[in-house]
């Protein structure tokens, strides 16, 4: 898998995740834990996206 296409996966995860992230936050019975867990996997997917652009970047 090229990195651009790794870039391109991880970019669609955290779009997932993001509405993943809606759907619970909508929902009365909102879990703070699964809130906080799917917050904590969109930002380990950013960070993983923001290393991979500044290494493609060099």
């Given amino acids: 898998m090229t990195i ?3 870039i391109a996966s991880l970019e669609k995860k955290h779009g997932a995740l993001e509405e993943e ?3 619970v936050l909508a929902s ?3 879990d703070d834990r699964e809130i906080a867990e799917i917050k904590r996997r969109k930002l380990r997917l950013k960070d993983e996206l923001q290393r991979l652009k500044a290494s493609t970047r060099h």
Wanted: charged share 0%; net charge neutral.
């Fill in 28 to 30: 009365p019975s909102a």
């Fill in 21 to 23: 992230l809606q759907s």
């Fill in 4 to 6: 651009q296409a790794h």
